[in-house]
Nanobody, 125 residues
């Protein structure tokens, strides 16, 4: 599957941003989707994931209550709504598709086999 992320940019602390990721190449609706991020000098970390049906979502503690993941299977698109952003949210954000259809959600990057190119989010204080 090919993934194309967009929506990154510069935002002030306390503001909002919505990231989008469009998928093509296989049956989007059968795969869990995730968002990960990598800040300068740090390892890639889990942000959020949503099940293939959209019925289950999981979040990193650092973003819980501020970020919301959603998907539109009719549009082959997954979203990350980012509210009340903080300077520590600054990172390149990557969307990813699970390797295996119809399985339980995971936060392990190794379980995701397809990755988008990343979109940079910069939060100013």
């Amino acid at each position: 599957v090919q993934l194309q992320a967009s929506g990154g940019g510069l935002v002030q602390a306390g503001g909002s941003l919505r990231l989008s990721c469009v998928a093509s190449g296989r049956t989007f609706s059968t795969y869990n989707m995730g968002w990960f991020r990598q800040a300068p000098g740090k390892e890639r970390e889990f942000v959020a994931t949503i099940s293939w049906s959209g019925g289950t979502a999981r979040y990193a503690d650092s973003v819980k209550g501020r970020f919301t993941i959603a998907r539109d299977n009719a549009k082959n698109t997954v979203y990350l709504q980012m509210n009340s952003v903080k300077p520590e949210d600054t990172a390149v954000y990557y969307c990813a598709a699970d390797r295996t259809p119809y399985r339980s959600t995971s936060y392990d990057p190794a379980d995701f086999g397809s990755w988008g190119q990343g979109t940079l989010v910069t939060v100013s204080s």
